[in-house]
């Protein structure tokens, strides 16, 4: 299984990106996909969720509002669209799946991970 984020990149406080995540090499389509992100000498946040039988996903309070997360279920593709980014300097976003389909953010439930791509925010 690999999961392969794109997207990172520089902007400015308040401005937006969007990452994509695409798996491939999963046996079923019945998975949860999760976004997270990690600050140097922060723990790892989870961000937001979609199960596969959930119609919309969960977020962490911290993004609700500004971030979206979509899912291509044909494409195998995940995306989290950005908006009002806020100051919060170098961080690495991350995407992961879950085998057992479970509604949950905590990390340890999840199997396969992406190798991260960074977004740097600034003013």
């Known amino acids: 299984v690999q999961l392969v984020e794109s997207g990172g990149g520089s902007v400015q406080t308040g401005g937006s990106l969007r990452l994509s995540c695409a798996a491939s090499g999963m046996s079923s389509a019945v998975y949860a996909i999760a976004w997270f992100r990690q600050a140097p000498g922060k723990e790892r946040e989870g961000i937001s969720y979609i199960s596969n039988g959930q119609t919309q996903p969960t977020y962490t309070s911290s993004v609700k509002g500004r971030f979206t997360m979509t899912r291509d279920h044909a494409k195998n593709t995940a995306y989290l669209q950005m908006n009002n980014l806020q100051d919060e300097g170098t961080t690495i976003y991350c995407c992961?799946?879950?085998?057992?389909?479970?509604?949950?953010?905590?990390?340890?439930?999840?199997?396969?991970w992406g190798q991260g791509t960074q977004i740097t925010v600034s003013t």
């Open positions: 992961a799946i879950d085998r057992t389909n479970f509604e949950s953010i905590e990390y340890q439930l999840y199997d396969y």
